[in-house]
């Protein structure tokens, strides 16, 4: 992303830094549990803590854990691409759309690794700023 303030996220755990317009997912680490969580929570799923959630910028790469090749979608998208769930490095899952590789089951492992990307959805929020996303961008084995 270009150095910017004209950026907004589109969606709750995508920040965007006021000063230079990098763009991040963000989570939650329990301290009681270690568990890590996309976006902020107000409580543990797992050991039910209220107190001990500590926010943390997740891992800008991961590795892929499951995936479908989606040939029908909503009109103006383009098909077929690929819907991938993506474990992030240091923790968190997350599913998206990953790029950079054919929509081929032959060109598709688990554990294919993948970094995290971002784009201009094409949309802008109230003030008129460009919202952004994330994306997964991987290499073909």
């Known amino acids: 992303m270009p150095a910017t303030t004209t950026f907004a ?5 995508v920040r965007v830094d006021a ?14 549990c ?21 926010p943390i910028t997740l891992g800008g790469v991961g590795t892929l854990r499951t995936w479908s090749i989606v040939h ?13 769930v993506v474990e992030l490095e240091g923790g968190g899952a ?8 054919e929509p081929d089951p032959s060109r ?3 554990g294919l690794l993948v ?12 003030e008129g700023r460009a919202l952004i996303c994330y994306y997964f961008e991987g290499a073909a084995p």
């Open 9 to 13: 996220p589109a969606l709750s755990f």
């Open 19 to 32: 000063d230079n317009g990098e763009a991040t997912l963000i989570g939650s680490r329990c301290a009681a």
């Open 34 to 54: 270690a568990v890590v969580l996309v976006g902020t929570r107000m409580a543990c799923p797992a050991c039910h803590e209220r107190v001990s959630l500590e």
């Open 72 to 84: 029908r979608s909503f009109p103006g998208v383009k098909t077929p691409f690929i819907a991938a």
């Open 94 to 101: 997350l599913k998206g759309t990953l790029r950079g590789v």
């Open 108 to 110: 598709l492992r688990l």
């Open 115 to 126: 970094s995290v990307g971002f784009e201009d959805t094409g949309q802008r929020d109230k």
